[in-house]
């Protein structure tokens, strides 16, 4: 699939961390900084290409007509774009107004980034207004929300659960893990019974496969201070998960040799092609698991939490859908943007590539249609969590602040106590010159 919060760090995580333009934005007013809101004429939108893009284009295409049918004197070109240069793009569509689109999906976690450089129009009014807006899920509002206010909406979400190979758990015995503790004891059975399987796959590079470890300790990536954040990832609560995710690298699970180099997609590769009993996937990573060895032999749960029956925070990744401020066609593009993101489109985007709408009713309608979607409608369901919406994440996430952490604490080089400092620090010089 592609990109930002679906993939793992390093890769650009989710989300697409690391894409935030750096270069400054032009000049803006109140509402576009053409001082202009055109009712006819044309939009560009720019939209993410997928690996197989025809589905996707074939709904965008629908949503696009029905806009059209409202406004007949408009025009609308749709460009995909290539997630491989995309950083370029949107840094230059911030530069340069005329040639830059109305419309653009991005990243979850680059909204702070493109707010900072002045690259997305404040819709809070709009989105507010707009009737279909109540029943996005409140981590789905969040990433499209900086300092109060509303730059965007919410297009698809993402998140993990626990894949499982249910040949190799009835064959050795094993009951499904239903706390963390259960399924470190449960990944190293498997490895001990079957030395030819990684009990669970776990990656020194799938920062968004960690994260959940951390959370259910109570611990955080960040907490927000004086407008700005500070690091927390060195705290007691931080330093418990961060252990209990890095004590599954070894010669009893996912040898370090092997799995500290991993990200998010080795590990649904892993697992797709029969090398390990279980392993940390998205919703996204079902389709490439249905066309691996595994098909028929698999099942999926929510990521068991510390007590028996709770669920672990997910990361909420996925994409938006914001308008530029650059545009002369303000009102035009935010009905554009409404009906790309609507949930009759984003019901038929889930149908057409397996994307989670972000608003709950329509979730629940696809799960009840979609049994597969269960166990990550429960995980939303159980809350979820996001990273630090300041303009820092990209640089942190680019920087490979924790997936360095992870690697220095399971090859040894460093305890936890001193890689969650060092990385606390660079979190902390990332917040700072960001302001």
Known sequence: MKLSARTAAPIAALVVAGLTATACAPQTS????????????????????????????KVVDGAVATF??????????????????????IKAAFNDPKSAPDVIEYGNTDTAGYVKDGGLADITKEFTDWSE??????????????????YGAPYFVGVRALYYRTDVLKELGLEVPKTQA????????????????????????????????????????????????????????????????????GDTNCPAAKCAGMGGNDTVTAFASGKAGMAIGGDFSHAAIEAG??????????LPGLTSGSVAPAFAGGNNIGVLKSTSHRTLAIDL????????????????????????????????????????????????????????????????????????????????????KDAAKKMNDAFSSAG
Do not use: C
């Open 133 to 150: 807006s109540k029943d996005t899920d409140p981590t789905a509002r969040q990433s499209v929300t900086v300092d109060g206010k509303i």
């Open 30 to 57: 109140d509402n576009s900084s053409s001082g202009k809101d055109e009712k006819t004429g044309t939009l560009r939108v720019w939209l993410f290409q997928e690996v197989n893009n025809a589905p996707k284009q």
């Open 293 to 302: 060895k595994v098909k028929g032999k698999y099942a999926v749960v929510p």
């Open 182 to 249: 259960e399924l470190a004891e449960t990944a190293r059975k498997i490895h001990a019974a079957r030395p030819d399987l990684y009990g669970l796959a776990v990656g020194g590079a799938y920062t968004y496969g960690a994260m959940p470890f951390i959370w259910s300790q109570g611990g955080e990536l960040a907490e927000g201070k004086g407008g700005s954040y500070a690091a927390t990832i060195d705290s007691a609560d931080a330093q418990k998960g961060i252990k209990a995710y890095t004590s599954l690298f």
């Open 68 to 89: 059209k049918k409202a406004h007949k004197d408009t025009k609308v070109t749709i460009e995909y774009i290539p997630v491989e240069t995309r950083a370029q793009r």
């Open 337 to 420: 943007m409404e009906q790309l993101a609507s949930k009759k489109t984003q019901g038929e985007l889930f149908d057409a590539m397996g994307f989670l709408p972000t608003y709950t009713d329509v979730r629940e309608e696809v799960a009840a249609k979609e049994p597969f979607v269960a166990p990550f409608v429960k995980t939303l369901a159980a809350g979820t969590k996001f990273v630090p919406a300041s303009p820092a994440w990209a640089q942190i996430d680019a920087s490979l602040v924790l997936p360095t952490m992870f690697q220095e604490i399971v090859s040894g080089k460093k305890d936890v106590a001193a890689a969650s």
